[in-house]
Every structure is written in structure tokens, then in C-alpha cells.
């Protein structure tokens, strides 16, 4: 048995990168090796004020043993990233990481971007990274969408030594993972180096729980994400429902995962929608695969993202899908084939696939059995699973 390390962000039970976490955890199960994740603090460290954190740093020094973060039961060591920012506060704590998994013989990245993986750079170990997109790409898709965060991170010193770490962490590593197509091409674009060994793993779904429904669907849109995250653009989701009410005046949205922030509701209220929406707060598997069964369209608005997890859920679910062209998304759906792709920001057009749908049961059978016959072809457990063993054969020979 051989130890592994998984090398993430904080291990909240919900969201794409854990359960990215959790694939990788199985695999690594089914090969009867241990499995700790070395992951970044947010919750579990001081924010009140810099003498808090700092007095936190001397009471509990860094990384410090956590178990069972997780639902999935996950042993790991926190690294607290405060009072600095993560980027830099990465390279604080990598010689201490170093220290506590030197032992390891089996390193892999896990995130939605990679900066999570600047400790692994010290380790002088082969280790793989599964990522879902470029950093430069989440911060212009934030920053878009109005966070002064984000535009700071992309100038001055922060945007270099972000593009050094992505670079170095890129450089380093044996097998690049990507969530998709979308976000290999940017790899080749930016790190024309490392394209050679960068491959696609899209993130697999259990198409036996995600499936297709025994019976009629009801008349609502559907849209599961992290909504308070800018790149969703609820702007434009809200004023779709608005246009695809004017036909269809009882139509509903109902969003799952985390609640709402102030700003979202703002929108909300402005947006004159507030009686049709329905936060349904995170939902078990169970529940979440039953509400893509029930649901008439999935709409997804964002303006950036390296994939989409939900999307591949709403397909492998038979689900008709209207998404905007935002990156990941124009690598799996086919356009009128699977869904439809409107320009980001279209809401006109995006109502209008979505009234196209609602208003031809022929067009919406189509699309569902399209979209899962593609959803068992290219991202089954079995399929991806299988591409995700054979890199950890390639970089670890002895164990797989």
C-alpha cells in the first residue's frame, strides 16, 4: 500500500473540486493506497483581525492534522492561509508541507485552477494536477462581473507572480489534467511547452443516479451552481426568466446550492422576478438527480468557466440545455444537437431557445436523447475513470 497526497482547496462537501476529490479518492481506494489531502484553511482560521491570525500562527503551528473534513471521511493537514493572501502565503507554508508529506509516494493537484499545487513544486516528486481552468481566466471572468478583488489580482505584482506560479506549477508537473477541451486548447495557447503532456479527463458523472426520467417533466428552469461566484451572471439569468415569462407567464427558476448573498437578492428584487425564483439551498445526490428529472431546461449563463460539472449532470440526465458560449461549455454541447450556445450576456436569444424548447416536445426528446447517448459515451464513470488510471500509470508505474 502506498501513501498519496491530494493537494486542494478547503474540502466543503459540495461543488466540483471535491468531488473531483472524491473520484480521484476512489481510485486510489480501489488500488489499496491511503489517501490525506493537504488543503488551504479559510473557516478554520482567525479573520477578525492581523493580531488573531498571527496569534493563531503561534498557538497552532502550520499544517496542522484534521479528520474526517469531509463527508467522504478525508484524514488531512490545514494549511492556513492567512493574513496574507493564498498565492503567498502557498510558498509560507510549502517547506513545512514538504516536511509532513516527503513520505508520500503519490502527489496529485486537484482544483478548479492550480495554485493549490505551489506546495507540491517543493516536494521534487513527479505529481499530476486535474484542473478545470487558467487563474487568469476565473479572474477576468470575476472581474467582469464587477469584483474589485479580481482586478486587482490582475495587475501589477499580483498578476506576476501569479502567471510565475502557474507557470513553475505547469512546468513541474508529469500529466496536466483537464476538466475539458475549453481548457486544453488555453493551455496550448498560453504554455505552448507543456501541451505535449496535457490531456482531457472531464470530470466523470454517475450516469446510473444522473438519468433520464420515467416520466413527464414539469414546467420549470433549472440552474445548480455556486451563485454567489460573479461568473455565474445572474444578471442575465433573471432576465431570461423574465423574457420566457412573457410566454409562459407560471414559469419558475429554481437555483440549488449555496444561499444567497445580499448582492444576488439586489438583483433579484431589481430584476422584478423575486415571486418566481426558488432557492432551494444544497440538495443530497438523491434529491439533486430527481430535481434534473423534474426540471423542463437546464440554463446556464455564466461567463467564464473551464467546464461546467452541473451541465454534464443535466446531460447525462437527458435534460435540454440553453448555456451561454463561456469557455468549457462549447466543448460538450453540440449546438442544436445536445443544446444550444447563445453569445455570453444574450438573454434575448437565450429566452428564445429556451421557449423553443418548451414549445416543441419532438425538439426537447431530441435533445435529451442526444445528450445522454454523449454523456455515456465521453464522461461515464467508466470512461473517465479509466483515463484518469492510466496517467496515474504513467507517472507511478509500480502502484497502478
Not at 476529490?21 to 479573520?47: C, E, M
Not at 463527508?71 to 502557498?90: E, K
Not at 448582492?263 to 430584476?271: A, C, G, H, P, R
Request: net charge neutral; with cysteine; charged share 20%.
Amino acid at each position: 500500500m502506498a501513501k498519496a497526497c491530494i493537494y486542494s482547496i478547503e474540502p466543503i462537501d459540495h461543488g466540483g473540486v471535491i468531488a473531483k476529490v472524491r473520484v480521484a479518492k476512489n481510485i486510489l481506494d480501489r488500488f489499496g493506497h491511503s489517501t490525506s489531502i493537504l488543503y488551504t484553511a479559510a473557516h478554520q482560521v482567525p479573520t477578525t483581525s492581523l493580531i488573531a491570525k498571527l496569534w493563531h500562527f503561534i498557538r497552532r503551528p502550520f499544517p496542522y492534522k484534521t479528520s474526517n473534513v469531509t463527508a467522504s471521511q478525508f484524514d488531512g493537514y490545514a494549511v492556513p492561509h492567512y493574513p496574507l493572501s493564498i498565492w503567498r502565503t502557498n510558498k509560507l507554508p510549502a517547506y513545512i508541507a514538504r516536511k509532513g508529506f516527503a513520505n508520500a509516494d503519490i502527489h496529485f493537484v486537484i482544483s478548479g485552477s492550480n495554485h493549490v499545487g505551489w506546495p507540491a513544486t517543493t516536494q521534487d516528486k513527479p505529481y499530476i494536477i486535474w484542473i478545470g481552468t487558467l487563474y487568469q481566466d476565473e479572474l477576468a471572468g470575476r472581474a467582469e462581473r464587477g469584483s474589485e478583488w479580481a482586478k486587482q489580482m490582475q495587475i501589477g505584482r499580483n498578476r506576476q507572480e501569479l502567471d510565475k506560479q502557474e507557470y513553475e506549477i505547469f512546468k513541474n508537473a508529469s500529466v496536466i489534467l483537464t476538466n475539458g477541451g475549453h481548457t486544453a486548447q488555453r493551455i496550448a495557447a498560453e504554455y505552448p511547452d507543456f501541451a505535449a503532456k496535457t490531456q482531457v479527463a472531464i470530470y466523470p458523472v454517475d450516469t446510473d443516479i444522473f438519468a433520464p426520467p420515467a416520466k413527464e417533466r414539469k414546467p420549470f428552469l433549472l440552474f445548480t451552481a455556486r451563485i454567489n461566484d460573479e461568473r455565474k451572471d445572474v444578471y442575465t439569468l433573471f432576465e431570461t426568466l423574465r423574457l420566457v415569462r412573457q410566454t409562459y407567464p407560471n414559469m419558475r427558476l429554481k437555483l440549488t446550492g449555496e444561499a444567497p448573498v445580499a448582492w444576488i437578492l439586489d438583483v433579484l428584487e431589481k430584476s422584478g422576478q423575486g415571486d418566481y425564483v426558488d432557492f432551494l439551498g444544497y440538495l443530497s445526490t438523491e434529491d439533486l438527480a430527481q430535481l434534473y428529472q423534474d426540471a423542463s431546461v437546464f440554463v446556464l449563463s455564466s461567463n467564464q468557466e473551464g467546464l461546467g460539472i452541473v451541465m454534464l449532470e443535466a446531460m447525462a440526465s437527458g435534460l435540454p440545455i440553453v448555456s451561454t458560449k463561456c469557455g468549457g461549455p462549447e466543448s460538450v454541447i453540440m449546438h442544436n444537437e445536445t443544446g444550444f450556445l447563445v453569445d455570453v450576456g444574450d438573454a434575448k436569444q437565450m429566452a428564445a431557445y429556451v421557449s423553443q424548447i418548451l414549445d416543441s416536445p419532438i425538439l426537447a426528446k431530441s435533445l435529451s436523447e442526444k445528450s445522454r447517448q454523449y454523456a455515456l459515451d465521453n464522461f461515464s464513470l467508466t470512461a473517465v475513470e479509466h483515463k484518469i488510471v492510466d496517467a496515474l500509470k504513467s507517472v507511478y508505474p509500480a502502484l497502478f
